[in-house]
């Protein structure tokens, strides 16, 4: 939400609040406003999180593609694909996010153990398409030395 607008409906919704024993026409459109405004946004909000609704630019439709692992749906996360040792440090989108395709960042190939799981999920438990990004896992072994390169960069 605009930084302006959210500072505009505290301002609004705090002082209808302080007239609430003598509400009036403006005090009331106000609130309404604000209790609309708020509704709106929370409608918008789940729209976004929801993958698959979301609208995307001309030439970057695969961002959004349904492109999935055949399991997609029956997990929320990609822990199910960790093997004994590893651990799951986040989604990438490689180098580059705005084109497809995912590799493993540059700034790691000195690690050994890294490598790029199968299916991406966002923090909602939804697929991404894996076209945009897949997971990135590591050995525990590397895990220090991940966050080394990590911090520099």
């Not at 209790?35 to 946004?41: D, E, F, H, I």
């Amino acid at each position: 939400m605009d930084i302006h607008l959210k500072t505009m409906i505290n301002v609004e919704y705090n002082r209808s609040k302080a007239h609430l024993t003598k509400p009036d026409t403006k005090h009331k459109r106000c609130l309404c406003f604000i209790v609309g405004y708020t509704l709106l946004a929370a409608i918008f909000f789940k729209i976004m999180c929801e993958c698959d609704k979301i609208v995307t630019r001309p030439g970057y439709e695969w961002i959004t593609e349904k492109y999935f692992t055949e399991d997609a749906y029956k997990q929320t996360s990609c822990r199910h694909e960790l093997q004994k040792g590893e651990v799951w440090l986040g989604n990438t989108s490689g180098d580059n996010q705005w084109e497809k395709g995912v590799q493993i960042p540059s700034k790691y190939e000195e690690l050994k153990t890294m490598r790029l799981g199968r299916q991406a999920y966002c923090v909602h438990g939804m697929p991404i398409s894996r076209h945009y990004c897949l997971p990135l896992i590591v050995n525990e072994s590397e895990e220090s030395e991940y966050d080394r390169i990590l911090r520099q960069s």
